[in-house]
């Protein structure tokens, strides 16, 4: 998984991750400057930023607002340097970004370019921060640039800022002359197989993000429209409404991307977040179970028999209909006008009843031509 830090900042994707219980680490970069965050079981262990270590490093990385960052869940062995519980840091993660947006709302545009006012005098009890800062601003920058130049604590410029601005010592006289390009790549965007369709849309609901989730698995696409909280739209294939989410949420490989602010038309998804996952739970655990019976999604099936094929119902003649028409189990999921789960349980009584059977082993797999192995192997031998 991996975002950007200007559409979701990394206080809502850690405890978003600690709220799943997620392990692992998350990368940031923001500005050529890298950082860590690493989680195990959903509690925060450690972070890091430049030479900034632990609770100051979180705190740190939590006002980056431009930059990405990249989930790895593969756990490395680190040194714990946060010891607090997630109640206590969370609220400490809470109270700087509001403390951020707060003083942003007290300072010019961050687009805005900055000078020293006539009225401003040099005070001997500046510290060696505050002179960097008024440094800067002698350059007349924008404000984005000066909080750029303040990796480790974007407060203390603010704060600063604001305070100047307030007593009139720092003066707008300008814009950038380009305006500040909005990045139009997703706000976030995961490989099914590392972070499963189900635990995107429940981290981007426990962040509470609006927007258009899009999956693609080969030729498969789908999409799902989050609101308020809620999933309030989702198509998939013939599949519209909870039936398409529930077969996104089997999806076992593909790719999937999250785009902000974009509402659907209309709405064909009416239960609220937490029924849909509770039953989508209930439903992936028996579509594995009915999963057993097969090797795989791609295992190749067939037609071998139409023996009792005058006793079957309409349903299961429209599955045999697309047994005989696709290739793989996942082709006639996909083609199928029943769910999948649905879809899957008439199959595995079809091939029960030895109505369909595998053919050919798996798409993907390199076919063998044995009488050429053979000859390959007695010249070797001879």
Known sequence: MKGNLAEIGI????????????????????????????LRQGRVIAAEAG??????ALYAMSLWTSGHFAYDPVMTLVEQ???????????????????????????????ARLDLSESWERSDQQNAAQKKLIDLIRRKPLLVEVLDAFPYDKLMPLEEIA?????????????ASHPIEEDDAPSLE?????????????????????GKLEAVWDDREGEVFIQNGNITYATVESLEGEGAVYRLLTWKDGYCKFFANIAPE????????????????????EFNKFMDEFPSLNAFIDVISVTGQETITPDEATILKLVNQNETLKDVIKHSPFSDLETLKLTAKLYNQRMVGLSKGLRGQREVDYDREAEELLKDLL
């Open 11 to 38: 206080a809502d994707i850690v405890k978003a991750f600690s709220l799943v219980g997620k392990s692992g680490k998350l990368r940031l970069k923001s500005n050529n400057v890298n950082g860590t965050v690493y």
């Open 51 to 56: 030479s900034v270590q632990g609770e100051d």
């Open 81 to 111: 340097n946060i010891h607090s519980g997630a109640e206590s840091l969370f609220i400490g993660l809470s109270s700087k970004v509001d403390r951020y947006h707060y003083l942003l709302s007290r300072c010019p545009a961050l687009d």
């Open 163 to 175: 305070r100047l601005h307030a007593s009139g010592k720092i003066s707008v006289i300008g814009k």
């Open 190 to 210: 995961a490989d099914v197989k590392r972070v499963n369709i189900g635990e995107v849309a429940q981290i981007l609901v426990l962040i509470k993000r609006n």
């Open 266 to 285: 209309k709405q064909n998804v009416d239960k609220n977040i937490e029924s849909i996952f509770f039953e989508g739970i209930d439903i992936l655990a």
